[in-house]
């Protein structure tokens, strides 16, 4: 089993949709990242989070420790959402930092 | 502020050859860190670089290799270039490895044949 995984791995929605994709994980992190990546390769960080929740425009990210488990939506969807959203779990530890990513979610949103 | 730059932008290279990337992350950012990407395995992660010291490393064999000069530029090498190492290999900076946010180039495709 991944430590990460990601669910749905596909995902359609028409535009205006409100979308939400799951990330759990299998051990314990010091932080969560999620990573929205377009056609042609191009990363871009989202947010990062340790606790709680934050919002930026129509992108909402929540994570919930004790259940190891983070969510990120999409509200009032549009085609330019259309992209990979990828997360990933940070752990810390006496050997270095370990990031970890699952497989991503591939979000299309039709017009 | 210009952004993460990579070169080159594609690459074709025959087995048994080695390849080095280029990474120049943001000016001020002192971390780099390395990726690859392949449809089977998604994104996995290479190596930090931090003032020119490799503080982390991924699992990946010997053959994969990388450095930092003291104005943070960053390089990668893979020798012996194997078929399974056709990729998309990105690259990252920031202030710090993923305690802040992170930003990407825009990657260099590998290809192997």
């Known amino acids: 089993k991944n430590e990460v995984e990601q669910s749905p791995q596909n995902l359609t929605a028409q535009e205006g949709e409100f979308i939400t994709i799951n990330c759990s994980y299998s051990?314990?992190?010091?932080?969560l990242h999620w990573l929205q990546q377009h056609p042609g390769g191009g990363i871009v960080s989202l947010f990062m989070l340790s606790s709680g929740k934050k919002k930026h425009g129509r992108l909402i990210a929540t994570i919930n420790i004790q259940e190891k488990h983070s969510s990120l939506h999409i509200t009032a969807s549009h085609p330019r959402d259309s992209a990979v959203y990828i997360c990933a779990v940070l752990r810390r530890g006496a050997a270095g930092n370990k990031l970890t990513f699952g497989g991503g979610t591939r979000v299309l949103v039709k017009p | 502020k210009a952004g993460v730059t990579q070169t080159p932008r594609y690459l074709i290279k025959t087995r048994g050859q080695q390849v080095t990337l280029s990474c120049s992350p943001i000016s001020g950012h002192r971390s780099v860190s390395w990726y690859q990407q392949t449809p089977g395995q998604g994104l996995q992660f290479l190596f930090e670089?931090?003032?020119?010291?490799?503080?982390n490393k991924g699992n990946f064999p010997g053959r994969f290799s990388g450095r930092q000069f003291s104005n943070s530029r960053s390089e990668m090498n893979v020798s012996t270039l194997e078929l399974g190492d056709s990729a998309l290999y990105l690259c990252?900076?920031?202030?710090?490895?993923?305690?802040?946010?992170?930003?990407f180039g825009q990657g260099t495709r590998l290809t192997v044949v």
């Open positions: 051990v314990g992190i010091s932080a």
């Open positions: 670089y931090f003032s020119e010291t490799q503080r």
């Open positions: 990252a900076s920031s202030l710090g490895i993923w305690t802040a946010e992170a930003f």
